[in-house]
């Protein structure tokens, strides 16, 4: 039997990255993978590939709604061609997750394949595509095994009509009208890469707003904005029942006055969250328990109640983002070694690839109001920048919320283009406790929709804004 310091269970950014980090710190790993691919939901059916659809139909949609405006006329029609989108999809994440194994390989991690199980605390069984089962012991054992779409439970996914993420990367043909259930991440990325292709596109959400968690100027600007490119939103809507036919989805939900009304699309995509996976793992073999939302308990240090087993990812508590999993794989490995690292749970931001992006870290205005902070607002308008009227992506704003008497920055929300890199600079700052003074006073290159965040900054500092 082959033994090693530490065997993963699942291979995404979580799981991945925790082995590399294992070699590197000089322990004998193993990974074990269901799938013939590695990277998990995160490379195989989430951030890559929806990524890769959002930025082909903002190329497309450019083409059919923008060109002109620069002075790019074209002759002819312009086609979206769906399957040479999803074909040109399936290139990026084969290559992305060829660039796994490629890692794995130089970092000398055993790579398994097939279903892990647990046989006791230090043993795992992997059962194999072809029938066979090998077994292995491990000193430590990390379970990253990530999550699933979760759905509601008078809703059966069909996988044809009534659809989850994974089957909306690979549809074979744009739908006429996709009606979405949820105005989540997931709901808003998918739903705007349809609308951008053709289709008609509803989003119903339960609760007052889309995007909810984030704070709530973002989920007005980008509401208003989607709006403006033709999304349909029902928010206060409760979904009671989704009927599927061969080719229709019937969709019936409670107003906000709590009337029933009707939705009828080609295409119902589910998207009220994902479930926490872990099926099969013969937990309770190796004395792992799970909470009753099915997320596995682990410490302050992501110990299980198994002292020698480890659980990271969207498998356990807290946001289920593939660069949080990731720090935590680095987490795990460093405190196997004996290190004593440190994650701030604050500081990790959260981003939403439409277009405009909206990206943000720290807290929000509603948690600060809650929390009884005394804070301080400054916002800036990405259509007053130079950069933006340059290239005419001119809606959003940058938001900075600093603390009324010391001025350290708590949260910063931004909405507008490239704002998913520009949040990198928030999180720097917040990382060294920054004051909003501290950004207003560094040098931002001009022009760029980096300026936005200084000008907030001056504006939240002392409401000295030069372009406003
Ligand atoms: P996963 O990536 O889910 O990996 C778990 C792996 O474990 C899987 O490969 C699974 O096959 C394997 N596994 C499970 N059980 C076993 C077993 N018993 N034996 C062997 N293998 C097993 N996050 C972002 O930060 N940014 C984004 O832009 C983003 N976009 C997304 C878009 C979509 C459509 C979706 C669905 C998700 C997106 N996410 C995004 C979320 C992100 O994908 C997850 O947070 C991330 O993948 C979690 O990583 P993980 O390592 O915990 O688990
Ligand atoms: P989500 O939690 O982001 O959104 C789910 C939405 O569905 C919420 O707005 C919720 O209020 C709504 N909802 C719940 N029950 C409902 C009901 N009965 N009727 C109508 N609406 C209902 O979940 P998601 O969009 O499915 O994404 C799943 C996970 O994947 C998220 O945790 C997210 O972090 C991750 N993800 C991240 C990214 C990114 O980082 N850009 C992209 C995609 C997915």
């Keep these: ?78 086609k979206a061609n769906l399957k040479k989108m999803i074909d040109r999809k399936q290139n990026v994440v084969d290559t992305n997750t060829s660039g796994i194994k490629y890692l794995m390989d130089k970092n000398k991690i055993t790579i398994y394949h097939g279903m892990g199980s647990f046989v006791d605390a230090t043993h795992i069984s992997i059962a194999q595509a072809d029938g066979k089962t090998e077994e292995i012991e491990a000193k430590n054992i990390i379970i990253a095994t990530g999550s699933k779409p979760s759905t509601l439970p008078f809703i059966k996914l069909d996988k044809k009509r009534v659809i989850t993420s994974t089957e909306a990367l690979s549809l074979k043909e744009i739908p006429k009208h996709l009606v979405v259930i949820g105005g989540g991440v997931i709901g808003l990325e998918l739903g705007q890469v349809y609308k951008r292709l053709g289709a008609e596109v509803s989003v119903i959400e339960y609760m007052d707003r889309i995007i909810p968690t984030m704070d709530a100027s973002l989920s007005k600007e980008l509401q208003k904005v989607l709006k403006k490119q033709g999304v349909k939103f029902y928010t206060k809507h409760k979904v009671t029942a989704v009927k599927a036919g061969a080719k229709e989805v019937t969709i019936t939900a409670d107003d906000k006055k709590g009337n029933p009304v009707e939705f009828k699309g080609d295409y119902c995509l589910v998207s009220v969250g994902r479930k926490p996976y872990t099926d099969g793992l013969n937990l309770d073999k190796a004395g792992v328990k799970a909470n009753e939302k099915g997320q596995i308990d682990v410490n302050d240090h992501l110990q299980t109640s198994a002292s020698n087993i480890y659980a990271i990812g969207d498998v356990i508590k807290g946001a289920m983002l593939a660069h949080k999993a990731e720090e935590e794989g680095v987490f795990v490995a460093e405190t196997i070694a004996g290190q004593k690292p440190h994650i701030d749970y604050n500081l990790i931001p959260g981003v939403v690839y439409t277009w405009p992006e909206v990206a943000a870290v720290g807290k929000t205005e509603e948690q600060l109001k809650e929390a009884g902070v005394d804070y301080k607002s400054g916002q800036f308008a990405m259509r007053a920048l130079g950069r933006s009227r340059a290239s005419g992506d001119i809606d959003g704003f940058v938001k900075i919320l600093a603390d009324a008497k010391t001025d350290e920055v708590l949260g910063v929300h931004m909405c507008g283009a490239r704002v998913a890199d520009l949040i990198a600079e928030a999180v720097v700052a917040m990382e060294f406790r920054a004051s909003a003074e501290d950004i207003a006073r560094m040098s931002h290159a001009h022009p760029t929709y980096a300026e936005a965040v200084k000008e907030a900054a001056l504006d939240a500092t002392g409401k000295r804004a030069l372009h406003s």
């Excluded at 310091?5 to 790993?29: E, F, N």
């Excluded at 074990?32 to 590695?38: A, H, M, P, S």
Aim: proline residues 3%.
């Design 1 to 78: 039997m082959s033994t090693y310091d530490v065997a993963i269970i699942g291979s995404g950014p979580g799981g991945y990255v925790a082995a590399i980090r294992c070699a590197q710190l000089g322990m004998k790993t193993a990974i074990i993978e269901k799938y013939d691919t590695l990277g998990g939901t995160c490379l195989n059916v989430g951030c890559i590939p929806s990524k890769a659809l959002l930025d082909s139909s903002h190329h497309y949609h450019d083409a059919i709604a923008h060109f002109e405006d620069h002075g790019i006329e074209i002759s002819g029609d312009i």
